[in-house]
């Protein structure tokens, strides 16, 4: 936990010591948490694999799509400004509550309604009954207790970090079982309807505050005059993140879909953790120090050089020996979508440049920009797509994903740059350099491992490759400028 350590006090600063000390207590238990449910996770994830077929789990992918875009679609970013609002924002608890509470019941009721619809535009009729089932689930989540958003703003995340662990094992548990005993798709949806239930009942046990739901207009009418750009922000990240489950249900059917579904979340594993427990602590962090341009630009520095160290070498090695680790973890019935996890792994490395962009933008109260950049992700992803898909199936899909994605978030990285200022080819002359060597090594690795034929032998000997491509990564995170950071820090005055 050392990096997290030294990446705070460099982001807060040593005289606020209180405060570095909150961040770093929670980045620690994000931290800690993340780990401990994706490894959870990760179980529950091998465990259905390997009892229910592709085209089984893509029928529970369908369902869960239709949720996810429900979540995704009806985010208002009120709880962003809520923390933004600082002492004052208990005032707006009433109302960010009663707004909550009145659109999941009205979507839940939309979602169950129209159920059996959806499920024929995706093509997994067999889905319905799910879809409805995470409609009521959907419902059920808006009675969650509102003070939590507190703790958030205060930095005291431990208690949540446990509850969040806790929701996953029961949802683990739940899932599990079902599918070990009965053999059924419908473990999915049914754990993640555990998740919810234990969720609401632990988000009154996490504090003892309690929020009586009511409807202020003028404090309405305050929080969204900067939330909307954060709902708009939400919903633009969500459908240029979201839009290729739908695509793959459409054009490729259930079966597809699973293969897709799967071989994208597991390619997620190791920046998915990483970038959102740092994502978390630094938009309260930065949120602190919005007007403070000398520390934010020492925060932009150590960032870029903590995800890249930690994350880099992971994702290079991940993605050139992708076909055995998706034979060992997916089994040998997900090796046709070993391509799409490679693809996706592999521009994961772009992280430490992408993180950054969208964070400190909304931190820094400039939520448009970030917006602009989701545009032209979702512009590009929807004008090559198509084309794509016909010629190369899934994996073009995930190609042009990637690529759209990968051009939004460096715009998003230059305009932040410019806004600090920073030296944003510095960024990503380092981000280059330290792939060098892990890319070597990994290249030569895969052409030793590929002569033996068992999957589980062929990752143990990319092993000590990787420890050393990591090793070089930790030895080297120095990032180089082409100007001295620390003078220039020293006389730019704060703001």
């Not at 091998?46 to 239709?66: F, H, Q, S, W, Y």
């Not at 969650?144 to 703790?151: G, H, I, P, Y």
């Not at 090796?335 to 931190?363: D, K, R, S, Y």
């Amino acid at each position: 936990m050392q990096f997290l350590r030294r990446l705070i006090w460099r982001v807060i600063g040593a005289q606020s010591s209180e405060l570095a000390r909150k961040v770093i207590s929670g980045s620690i238990w994000q931290l800690f948490a993340r780990m401990l449910m994706r490894a959870v996770n990760l179980i529950v994830f091998m465990v259905v694999v390997r009892v229910l077929k592709p085209d089984e789990v893509g029928v529970a992918n369908a369902a869960t799509i239709v949720i996810s875009w429900a979540y995704g679609l009806s985010q208002l970013g009120l709880e962003a400004q809520v923390i933004r609002m600082g002492d004052r924002a208990e005032e707006y608890l009433p109302t960010t509550f009663f707004v909550r509470i009145l659109r999941s019941f009205l979507i839940g009721a939309i979602i169950c309604g129209t159920a059996w619809w959806t499920a024929d535009l995706l093509r997994a009729p067999d889905s319905a009954p799910l879809i409805f089932v995470l409609g009521v689930n959907f419902a059920l989540g808006g009675i969650a207790n509102a003070a939590t958003v507190l703790l958030n703003r205060d930095l005291e995340v431990k208690n949540l970090a446990l509850r969040s662990a806790f929701d996953t094992y029961v949802s683990a548990v739940v899932t599990i079982g079902v599918v070990l005993i009965f053999r059924t798709y419908w473990a999915i949806p049914l754990g993640t309807l555990a998740t919810t239930i234990s969720g609401v009942i632990n988000s009154y046990l996490v504090t003892p505050k309690r929020v009586r739901p009511a409807f202020n207009w003028e404090r309405f009418k305050e929080l969204y005059s900067y939330g909307r750009w954060i709902t708009l922000g939400h919903m633009a990240n969500f459908i240029t993140a979201n839009i290729e489950g739908p695509l793959v249900s459409r054009l490729g059917g259930v079966h597809q879909l699973g293969l897709y579904v799967q071989a994208q979340r597991f390619a997620a594993l190791p920046g998915q953790e990483l970038g959102a427990a740092v994502a978390a602590t630094l938009f309260a962090g930065v949120s602190k120090i919005r007007q403070d341009q000398r520390k934010l630009q020492s925060a932009l520095e150590q960032v870029i050089v903590t995800v890249t160290k930690l994350l880099v070498p992971a994702c290079l090695f991940m993605g050139i020996f992708g076909v055995p680790l998706v034979r060992i973890i997916l089994t040998d019935a997900y090796v046709e979508a070993a391509p799409v996890f490679m693809v996706f792994v592999l521009f994961t490395t772009l992280l430490p440049i992408t993180i950054t962009g969208g964070t400190f933008l909304n931190a820094m109260g400039l939520p448009q920009v970030d917006l602009l950049a989701l545009l032209i992700r979702f512009t590009v992803f929807v004008s090559a797509v198509i084309p794509m898909f016909r010629a190369m199936g899934i994996t073009g899909l995930a190609l042009t994903a990637c690529i759209a994605g990968s051009i939004g978030s460096l715009f998003s990285y230059f305009v932040m740059c410019r806004k600090m200022p920073f030296p944003a080819f510095a960024g990503l002359f380092y981000l280059v350099r330290q792939a060098l060597v892990p890319l070597t090594l990994a290249g030569g690795a895969w052409l030793l491992a590929r002569q033996l034929e068992n999957p589980f032998l062929q990752v143990l000997a990319g092993l000590p490759f990787f420890l050393a491509a990591q090793f070089f990564a930790i030895k080297t995170a120095k990032l180089s400028l082409p100007w001295n950071l620390d003078r220039q820090l020293e006389q730019t005055p704060p703001q």
